[in-house]
T-cell receptor, first 110, second 114 residues
Framework: SQQGEEDPQALSIQEGENATMNCSYK?????LQWYRQNSGRGLVHLIL?????REKHSGRLRVTLDTSKKSSSLLITASRAADTASYFC??????????FGAGTRLTVKP | NAGVTQTPKFQVLKTGQSMTLQCAQD?????MYWYRQDPGMGLRLIYY???????DKGEVPNGYNVSRLNKREFSLRLESAAPSQTSVYFC?????????????FGNGTRLTVT
């Protein structure tokens, strides 16, 4: 079964608004990563947050991690039409495999 | 740098046929992965290779075999294709495993089994 589960499954917002996506996972993790996928393409890495970190920023992206609740959130501020994509969280435990959730499909309307 | 290169980009097979999906990376990464993605779903791990010479099963290994030919190349073989294996296949690599470094993905192979 997949390790991470994103919520919501789909999100539609207007350009300029903020978008928040959540990820829950089941077992203890080493780190958590967020990826973006444009339609028909491979995934692109956005940000990695280590298990001992609580928050991390990269440009318009803000990621939080709560290991006690086994959850993470990805916030995209001041969204743009070009942010339209699917977003996935991925986790790895003590073995070396990386497992992904089902993703959140974000639509940003101009 | 090309990054992660997958071949072919598209393939149509008949039930029972076999084929090998090729993947190569030029980033000197130690770990490599094969995923499948079905419509509206996330990626499911088929097999991974933490380092040259090792391979391990992921979530959905049945019906597949892999070979880590050398540090650069990681191939996925379907011995007897089934319609349930219709999917988009992604290869990825990372400097190290365990989630400690980002994965770099190829652009995928779209496989249809009729």
């Amino acid at each position: 079964s997949q390790q991470g589960e994103e919520d919501p499954q789909a999100l539609s917002i207007q350009e300029g608004e903020n978008a928040t996506m959540n990820c829950s996972y089941k077992t203890s993790i080493n780190n958590l990563q967020w990826y973006r996928q444009n339609s028909g393409r491979g995934l692109v890495h956005l940000i990695l947050i280590r298990s001992n970190e609580r928050e991390k920023h990269s440009g318009r992206l803000r990621v939080t991690l709560d290991t006690s609740k086994k959850s993470s959130s990805l916030l995209i501020t001041a969204s743009r039409a070009a942010d339209t994509a699917s977003y996935f969280c991925a986790t790895a435990s003590n073995n070396n495999d990386m497992r992904f959730g089902a993703g959140t499909r974000l639509t940003v309307k101009p | 740098n090309a990054g992660v290169t997958q071949t072919p980009k598209f393939q149509v097979l008949k039930t029972g046929q076999s084929m090998t999906l090729q993947c190569a990376q030029d980033m000197n990464h130690n770990s490599m992965y094969w995923y499948r993605q079905d419509p509206g779903m996330g990626l499911r791990l088929i097999y991974y290779s933490a380092s040259e010479g090792t391979t391990d099963k992921g979530e959905v290994p049945n019906g597949y075999n892999v070979s880590r030919l050398n540090k650069r190349e990681f191939s996925l073989r379907l011995e007897s294709a089934a319609p349930s294996q219709t999917s988009v296949y992604f290869c990825a690599s990372s400097e190290v495993g365990g989630g400690y470094s980002p994965l770099h993905f190829g652009n995928g192979t779209r496989l249809t089994v009729t």
